[in-house]
Each structure stands twice: as structure tokens, then as C-alpha cells.
């Protein structure tokens, strides 16, 4: 088409659009915000405008858009949703709608082309508490990251929230407040609305993969025993946590380890923060001594796990179950509630943070663990920022540049006495795309532990030579959908030897072959230069 023809049929396009670059256009606009609340709700509008724009920009600038999509601005989106909402997004599953659960999903557009669907019902988002049906934006994020980092195409991915009321109440007491106005459910309404729920979801869409994202730490293990071998389901926060940890632990230890030549099992795990994210990352971890050759007994010795009362042992009155596991029958002596004491007593090789307590690893503790260890482990893993229990440059500064780090929030690298240092962050995106793309590939009836181990493995495999000399735990993200590629077909031979694949015809190719396969089924935004909607 010529340019006059273009500039006649659509006379409110600007006469030289199509010389300037609307990707850079967007860029600037988003910059020019003030805050990163703000930026949130502008790529939301240019989601709504153009989404094809939308995803070019995204994975133009994974680095810069991430942390506004996800963590840490989410927090900020989700704390204020009620306030900031503009249109619907994703699909809200209220208690109300028990008894016909399966007509409220058969409402959204995609149907059985539906692949991924994060759901959360916001009992416990990030660190910030029941938010209710303020949640959503979690569900929807995460999707983005899928569609961003593994290429799942968006028309095929479900952001649901379940709208089961909050204790919050500040919410219930806000006008604005776009949820259920009431307490949550006992335990009994709540497994009949679940398994209701998992019934139709099944039932609607059957090709669905369910990530389950922010529930409270008992109903997270609750509904991923209930469910995990009857449907095509895993918890993000439990296994995609676990996963991404034991990742990054396998590189750290290799360095810590190197550097002190001591042997990899040696290894000693202390976690402070023991709710749905600390013990299922703990039990994750328990793969790392495992694959080494220990047993299961000797592998969870070598895991401590502290909670807001100090270290868990199991003569605790009134222990939570999900707490029995690493609960340790080898100390005698008074409670220790003192992290630096703990410290002391169990002289860890690595100290993990999920507790979600700023600052939590304090000068004391931090110097502690550097006159421990020559090169000490130190993972605060709790977000957002605010959230994190040590920030990257005072890690560097206190053990005086011998920590291996990664954390949970973004940190930006550092220099410290002449020698750029650059953090590892531990970001489920790593994980759970690859996962979920590997399950949707292969058709698994179901995702095994295996299958998370194996992603796992694959991700510490994927870093480069430059990123292994460089001594970095996990990868850079820029390069994200090759890693998902490779933690796909990881997931998909785990899924054969586990024999729940149902799509047997890529039994038959090799991996290089079935890679391929994995990167040509990524999607892509079509346009190079997304025309504005008019």
C-alpha cells in the first residue's frame, strides 16, 4: 500500500508513524512515570490497546518490565486493586458460585484451547497477608511471565481468582473493595468449593495445566496432596520455589565447596521462615544430598528450620504439621530463639531466608556466618524488596565480597574495592514457565517430583561458560526463553520415564530434535511495528 492510499483510508494515523518506532514510543511514556504503581497501570492500558505491542515491549525489556508486572510492584498492584481496577481481566470464582462452578467457566473465551491457569484465591500474597479478591493481579502476572518466558501463547492462558471472602478488615470495610463481603470458609466449604472446583476446571477445560499460586501455607500442602495425582496441577510457591533453590544451591555449593575443599555433602542448610515456601523449598533441598548418595534420614539431618519462635524441635507443644518434618530430635538444651545463637550452635554452610522479615540477617549474623565459612551461602529469598531479610551491597560489604548471594527481589550488581560483584536473584520465572510448558507438551497426567527435580537440574546445567566464570548461581534472565526450552525438554523426558506422558510421539525424538520442537512452538508477537488501535 502506498503511503498516500495509507494516509487517506486511516486519516488518524499521523502522517510519519510508520518512520518512528511506537516500541520506543511506549518505552518513553513508561519511563516518564512517577512511580512504579503508575507504571503498572500504564502497561495494563497498553495491554488492553494493543497486547501484540504489549508483549514486544515485554520481551524487548525483560529486565526493566518484570519487576513492574511482577515482583516487587505487584505487591503494590494487588494492595490497591480495588482502587486501581479499569476493566475485567481475569475470571473471578466466588463461594457464591458453588453448585455451578462449571457454567461461571465455561464464560471464558478460550475454552478447551485453554493450556496454563494460575489461580490464587489471595489468602497470602507475597508477604503482604489476605488480600482477598485483590489477588488477581498475582494470577495475572504470572501468566505474563508464562507468555514472556516460555513463549505460551496468551489466547490459551486462564488468570483465575478464587473469591472465597477475606479476614481482612480493612477490605471488607472499603467501599470500594470488588470482593465477596465475607469471612473466609472453614476448612469443611472450603474442600467442597475445591473440589468442586478442580471438577469442572477438569471438566472445561481439559487440556489445563493449574498452577496454584498464594494460598495460605496449610491449605497450600492441603490442596497439592488432595490434588496433585488426580490432576494436571502443581503449587508454584512449594515446588517452583523448592525447584529454583535447589538450582541455585547446586551451583552455590559447588563454588562454596571448591573454596573451601570440603566434600558437597558436608553441606549444613539453616532456614529461617518455615511456612509453605520454607519447607517446600526445605524439602526440595533435600534433593541435593540425595542426588549425592546420602539417604533420606542423613539428608534431612543436615536441614535446620527456624520459625518466629527459634529453632523447631520436635518436642515443641503445639507444633504445626507441616513443621514435623525437620523438626529435630538431637537438641536437648533450652529453646534457642536467637538466630545468631542458632547460628552458632548449628554453624550452617548456608543460611536461607523465606521469612519475610526485613533485615532479618542483620551485620551480627552476616559477619557470623563469613567467620564460619570462607565462602558463606546467603539466599534472603523473601520479596519484595521490602520484604527481604538482607540487602545485596551490605552481604558484599560485610563479608567483605565472600558471600555467594541470591535473593528473591531484584538487586542491581555492585562494586566493592575495584571488582564488580553481580547478584543472583532466584526467581520462580526461572521454573515454573518450563514446567509448565513441559506438562503442556507432553500432556503429563499428572506433574511428579521428578519432573520438578529434573527442571531443576536443568536450569543450574543451563548458564554459559561466561556466567560459570563469572560465578554466578543462576543465569542471566535476558536469555530466559532458551533456559525455559531446555527446562521444558527436561520435564518432558522426566515425564516419560514416569510414564505419564500422554503424547508419545516425542518418545521418539532426540533432544536435539525435541528442543527444536520446544523453541518453534514458542509464540511470538506477530508485528514488528504494531499500528495504534484506532
Known amino acids: 500500500m502506498s503511503m498516500s492510499?495509507?494516509?487517506?483510508s486511516t486519516p488518524r494515523i499521523p502522517p510519519y508513524f510508520l518512520n518512528t518506532d511506537h516500541r520506543q514510543r511506549c518505552l518513553t511514556q513508561l519511563r516518564s512515570k512517577h512511580n512504579g504503581l503508575e507504571k503498572y497501570i500504564y502497561l495494563n492500558g497498553l495491554k488492553e490497546r494493543d497486547p501484540n505491542l504489549f508483549y514486544e515491549v515485554l520481551l524487548g525489556n525483560m529486565l526493566e518490565i518484570i519487576p513492574i508486572l511482577y515482583t516487587p510492584t505487584v505487591g503494590d498492584a494487588c494492595s490497591n486493586y480495588s482502587h486501581?481496577?479499569?476493566?475485567?481481566?481475569?475470571?473471578?470464582?466466588?463461594i457464591e458460585n458453588k453448585g455451578h462452578i462449571r457454567e461461571v467457566l465455561r464464560t471464558w473465551p478460550s475454552g478447551q484451547g485453554a493450556r496454563i491457569?494460575?489461580?490464587?484465591?489471595?489468602?497470602?500474597?507475597?508477604?503482604?497477608?489476605?488480600?482477598?479478591?485483590?489477588?488477581?493481579p498475582i494470577a495475572i502476572g504470572k501468566l505474563d511471565?508464562?507468555?514472556g518466558g516460555a513463549g505460551i501463547k496468551p489466547t490459551t492462558t486462564v488468570p483465575i481468582c478464587l473469591d472465597l471472602g477475606t479476614n481482612t478488615e480493612k477490605f471488607l470495610e472499603d467501599p470500594l473493595y470488588l470482593g465477596v463481603r465475607r469471612k473466609r470458609p472453614d476448612t469443611a466449604e472450603m474442600d467442597d468449593f475445591m473440589n468442586e472446583f478442580m471438577e469442572a476446571m477438569k471438566e472445561v477445560f481439559p487440556q489445563l495445566v493449574v498452577q496454584f499460586e498464594d494460598f495460605s501455607t496449610d491449605n497450600a500442602f492441603r490442596y497439592l496432596e488432595m490434588f496433585r495425582t488426580k490432576y494436571r496441577c502443581?503449587?508454584?510457591?512449594i515446588q517452583g520455589t523448592g525447584a529454583v533453590v535447589l538450582s541455585g544451591f547446586l551451583n552455590a555449593a559447588r563454588i562454596a565447596s571448591s573454596a573451601a575443599g570440603?566434600?558437597?555433602?558436608?553441606?549444613?542448610?539453616?532456614?529461617?521462615?518455615a511456612g509453605s515456601a520454607g519447607i517446600g523449598v526445605a524439602k526440595q533441598l533435600m534433593s541435593f544430598f540425595t542426588l549425592l548418595g546420602l539417604s533420606e534420614e542423613e539428608a534431612r539431618c543436615r536441614i535446620y528450620t527456624v520459625d518466629s519462635k527459634g529453632l523447631i524441635t520436635a518436642d515443641r507443644k503445639g507444633l504445626q504439621e507441616h513443621k514435623k518434618y525437620f523438626a529435630r530430635t538431637d537438641y536437648e538444651g533450652p529453646p534457642l530463639t536467637a538466630l545468631i545463637d542458632i547460628i552458632d550452635y548449628v554453624k550452617p554452610t548456608a543460611l536461607l531466608g523465606l521469612s519475610t522479615i526485613r533485615n532479618a540477617f542483620n551485620e551480627e549474623v552476616v559477619r557470623l556466618m563469613a567467620s564460619l565459612n570462607t565462602r558463606p551461602i546467603i539466599f534472603p529469598l523473601s520479596n519484595p524488596v521490602?520484604?527481604?531479610?538482607?540487602?545485596?551491597?551490605?552481604?558484599?560489604?560485610w563479608t567483605n565480597g565472600s558471600v555467594v548471594f541470591a535473593s528473591g527481589s531484584p538487586y542491581k550488581p555492585i562494586e566493592f574495592q575495584g571488582q564488580v560483584y553481580e547478584p543472583g536473584q532466584g526467581n520462580n520465572m526461572y521454573i515454573f514457565p518450563g514446567i509448565g510448558m513441559g506438562a503442556i507438551l507432553s500432556k503429563a497426567k499428572h506433574i511428579t517430583d521428578s519432573m520438578v527435580e529434573q527442571a531443576s537440574i536443568a536450569l543450574a546445567g543451563?548458564?554459559?561458560?561466561?556466567?560459570?566464570?563469572?560465578?554466578?548461581?543462576?543465569?542471566?534472565?535476558?536469555r530466559i526463553r532458551d533456559i525455559s526450552s531446555q527446562i521444558a525438554l527436561a520435564v518432558i523426558r522426566a515425564a516419560q520415564k514416569d510414564n505419564v506422558d500422554e503424547n508419545s510421539l516425542f518418545r521418539n525424538l532426540s533432544d536435539d530434535a525435541l528442543l527444536e520442537y520446544i523453541k518453534a512452538k514458542q509464540w511470538q508477537p506477530t508485528n514488528v511495528h504494531s499500528l495504534p488501535r484506532l
Open 262 to 273: 570440603t566434600s558437597l555433602s558436608d553441606q549444613r542448610i539453616l532456614f529461617l521462615g
Open 234 to 237: 502443581f503449587n508454584d510457591d
Open 84 to 94: 486501581i481496577w479499569r476493566r475485567p481481566e481475569g475470571l473471578y470464582v466466588t
Open 145 to 147: 511471565l508464562y507468555i
Open 117 to 136: 491457569a494460575v489461580v490464587t484465591d489471595g489468602s497470602r500474597i507475597l508477604g503482604l497477608g489476605d488480600l482477598g479478591a485483590n489477588g488477581l
Open 462 to 478: 543451563s548458564l554459559t561458560i561466561d556466567e560459570t566464570s563469572t560465578e554466578l548461581v543462576y543465569p542471566r534472565l535476558t
Open 386 to 397: 521490602s520484604l527481604c531479610e538482607v540487602d545485596y551491597a551490605d552481604a558484599v560489604h
Open 5 to 8: 492510499a495509507f494516509h487517506s
